[in-house]
């Protein structure tokens, strides 16, 4: 009698079903958890226009390399299609709360869906200065560690330690921004920052965190590690909100050294937290602080559950909803956290219901 053989799948079928399994675990984290998000419409923000004191800009050919370029406020922001509705309402805050709005130039950097993304910004903001730039997730995908939160690990949220390479040389100075924020204040104030005669970077610094806890017992165990931070008070500091010395940047080169921390870090793990830990090991100690007006993050709470949060004490003049929560996820599924109720009026998706023409 003979036996009957089952069919076996081909090689071909099997090596492709992995590949589509590999690229759900690893990739779809990346992408937005309502994929429509790619499809949204945006409403058409108002114009905004410089007060009488504001300097003029008179090489316009040039914008962003123009003689007056002391006069323009450089801001560097990312945008993927799973945070552009974060995007417009922080443009659209940024432009309102700012007497010189035309003397603001935008830096958007992205990794797929540049047509899209260029296509939707011109549409709600069309007299908007920007440029849009293209960043290579290989630049960066094979330096990458699985972080506490699958989120974190996108390439494009590493796409602020290249910054330096991405912009024209001729800026040397400009504000980063995350997407899941907005201003109340003049972003002038803020790019204005002194950065003294050393630093390259400055940005809200949190001294009461528990600094240790961004490292595993195996960094803080072995001496050539921990006495990176020798003859440093380094401290927490978010860097969602930074002003940036590129100039200085370039020169010292800070890319590779970002780079070389990422690379030990793949050979052993040394923190636990994205891309924030190299951001430390490099600069924390060393940056200008800034007013914790600045960044009242951790509004989209905690990485793991996103409770609610209240502000810090003090003066408020940026809101950043850092952490799991985002403002626009909770409204829409109905369950808002009271401060989300400040990011509202900023929101320019177009709903079903909307009475604008």
Known sequence: MQSTSIPQPKPTFQFLTLILVFFFFFFVPCLSSTLTTITHQFKEAPEFYNSPECPSITDTSSYICSDT??????????????????????????????????????????????????????????????????FNDSTVSGLISTSI?????????YARSYLPNL?????????????????????????????????VLAAPEYCNANFTSYFTPSFWSNPSLSLTFANRKPCY????????????????????????????????????????????????????SVDHRW?????????????????????????HWSGKGKPWVRLDANRPCPLDALWAPYDLLQTPFSLDS
Not at 149 to 155: F, G, I, N, Q, V
Not at 298 to 306: A, S, W
């Open 69 to 134: 370029n002391k006069t323009i406020v450089h801001v560097a922001m990312t945008l993927d299609t799973t945070y552009i509705r974060g995007s417009m309402a922080a443009i659209l805050s940024i432009l309102q709360h700012s007497s010189c709005p035309q003397n603001i130039f935008f830096h958007f950097v992205c990794s797929s869906n540049a047509s899209l993304l260029r296509a939707a910004i011109t549409t709600s903001f069309p007299y908007l200065k920007f440029h849009l730039y293209t």
């Open 149 to 157: 939160r699958s989120a974190l690990d996108c390439p494009l949220n």
């Open 167 to 199: 912009l024209p040389f001729c800026v040397t100075r400009v504000v980063y921004l995350d997407s899941d924020l907005i201003l109340v204040d003049d972003i002038a104030k803020l790019a204005a920052t002194s950065l003294g005669e050393n630093s």
């Open 237 to 288: 500091f978010n860097t969602g909100v930074m002003v940036i010395d590129l100039g200085r940047w370039r020169e010292g080169e800070y890319t590779a050294k970002i780079e070389d921390w990422m690379e030990l870090q793949k050979r052993m793990r040394i923190y636990e937290l994205g891309s924030l830990p190299p951001f430390l090991l490099v600069f924390a100690g060393e940056i200008a």
């Open 295 to 319: 960044n009242q993050h951790g509004l989209g709470g905690d990485n793991f559950r996103g409770l609610c949060r209240d502000l810090h004490p003090g003066p408020v003049s940026l809101l």
